[in-house]
């Protein structure tokens, strides 16, 4: 059962590499065609940009094949000694929390090395030193309280209920929709400061496209983004009663009033379609899968490892394997993810009209360096959102000329 697993996260590290290699070849020959909705400068800056972070992904990939061999051959029995005379739900916690402090100190230096070498030769860092750091204390802390929390939850259902993987996944999913409520009044004003937005008559503006499109929210904010990064970016969070606009100061400072407008239109198709509701019911569906299987680890399989099958170690296993049972529902997310932007592009063309979408969504790729070409393995595993050309297109914009050839090839991501 070792070997099995060991095969198959071999195979799982070999596939994502390849995804690096061939975007980092594809994007390197293809920074030498005619620059696409960028200026030439923008144009080689974003591609090597690009690159950069295709190249510390697959030393991260690597690191992360080390981290699982780690592990699996030795980390698991140590942390199943440190935790052998404690109760199950103590040694739950101990262990659950030693397993992250151990990956987040090993992950630490490539969070580091991207947010102040290759973040700032390319001109989006605004962090410094002592903000990271703080933001690396509070993000610890939050992540150990609330993993403490759960594997306690967990280590109790498992030795008292019956049927206990189930009614763990159910804790879990409830945690999940209780943080999509939290996060935008609790936890995102822990890193970032929100303040109302000043402007009246874009506020007004704004509260009327709400109201045009029936969306009720506790208020439209601006997020201080610009004191860590230089990108533009805006978004609806929250459920029920806790949703509120969020509007990024950069992207205040970069699009006109009537841009912005047709952005927060494209956000509001994703309320109007209820796309949150969505990924929180497929993100249910895929975890409740993960949870069976949690569930019914056999026990040959400890027997190997040299462990006791106790809650703690089930929960470790469950961490350790689930970045490789998320990459194989990764196509089928990002497919669903892929629709839903074309559908919430069309709601906002009935809301806005397209003329504004179509430069805003110029302005993003230019201003955040999103270059807009990859290859498709990229775009078939990890693009979220369509290619930016394709988008535009779709948007009836006239100035997208392209033979066969560069259509095929310009399949870019815009995060908006």
Same mark, same amino acid.
């Given at each position: 059962?070792v070997?099995?697993l060991?095969?198959?996260?071999? %195979? ?6 390849y995804?690096s ?22 144009w080689?800056k974003?591609?090597?940009?690009? =690159? ?5 992904? =697959? ?14 051959s030795?980390g ?11 109760e199950?739900?103590?040694?739950a916690v101990?262990?659950?929390d ?23 030769? #390319? ?7 002592e ?5 690396q ?14 594997s ?17 996944? %159910?804790?879990?999913?409830?945690? =999940? ?14 890193f ?8 009246e ?61 047709a952005v ?6 994703? @309320? ?13 569906g ?10 019914? #680890? ?23 394997? =689930?970045?490789? @049972? ?7 997310m ?25 430069r ?11 270059f807009p ?22 948007l ?14 310009l399949?870019g991501?815009?995060?908006?």
């Amino acid at each position: 059962m070792v070997q099995a697993l060991s095969i198959i996260f071999f %195979l799982y590290v070999i596939i994502k590499v390849y995804i690096s290699v061939m975007q980092i070849g594809y994007v390197t020959k293809a920074k030498d065609m005619s620059p696409v909705l960028m200026k030439p400068s923008t144009w080689m800056k974003s591609a090597r940009y690009l =690159i950069a972070n295709e190249r510390l992904k =697959i030393v991260e990939t690597l690191v992360e094949y080390g981290l699982f061999i780690f592990w699996l051959s030795w980390g698991i029995r140590w942390l199943d000694t440190m935790t052998w005379n404690m109760e199950p739900i103590w040694q739950a916690v101990l262990a659950v929390d030693l397993f992250l402090i151990v990956n987040y100190i090993v992950e630490l230096p490539f969070s580091i090395y991207k947010t102040f070498v290759i973040d700032e030769r #390319f001109k989006f860092n605004h962090s410094t030193p002592e903000l990271f750091i703080k933001d690396q204390i509070k993000g610890g802390l939050l992540t150990l309280a609330v993993a403490s929390v759960l594997s306690a939850a967990i280590a109790w259902i498992i030795v008292n209920v019956p049927m206990w993987w189930f009614f763990s996944f %159910l804790l879990i999913f409830a945690v =999940i929709v209780l943080l999509n409520l939290l996060y935008p009044t609790l936890i995102a004003p822990i890193f970032n400061k929100f303040t109302p937005l000043e402007n009246e008559a874009l506020s007004e503006k704004i509260n009327h496209l709400l109201e045009k499109s029936g969306f009720r929210s506790e208020g439209v904010y601006v997020v201080d983004a610009s004191k860590r990064d230089a990108r533009l970016n805006a978004y609806f969070g929250g459920l029920g009663k806790t949703k509120r606009v969020v509007v990024f100061d950069t992207l205040l400072e970069k699009l006109s009033d009537n841009e912005l407008l047709a952005v927060l239109s494209h956000e509001l198709g994703h @309320f109007k379609h209820r796309d949150i509701y969505k990924n929180i019911a497929m993100l249910g569906g895929i975890l409740f899968v993960g949870f069976y299987i949690f569930g019914n #680890f056999p026990t040959t399989l400890f027997m190997e490892l040299g462990v006791r099958e106790t809650p703690a170690m089930l929960m470790v296993l469950f961490m350790l394997l =689930i970045s490789v @049972f998320l990459f194989l529902f990764m196509p089928i997310m990002s497919f669903v993810s892929r629709q839903n932007e074309y559908a919430a592009d069309r709601y906002a063309v009935e809301l806005s009209g397209s003329d504004d979408l179509i430069r805003a969504l110029k302005k993003l790729v230019d201003e955040n360096k999103s270059f807009p070409m990859a290859h498709k393995l990229t775009i078939f595993f990890y693009h979220s959102h369509p290619p930016i050309i394709e988008r535009l297109k779709a948007l009836g914009d006239k100035s997208i000329h392209h033979d066969g050839k560069e259509d095929e090839a310009l399949k870019g991501e815009c995060s908006i």
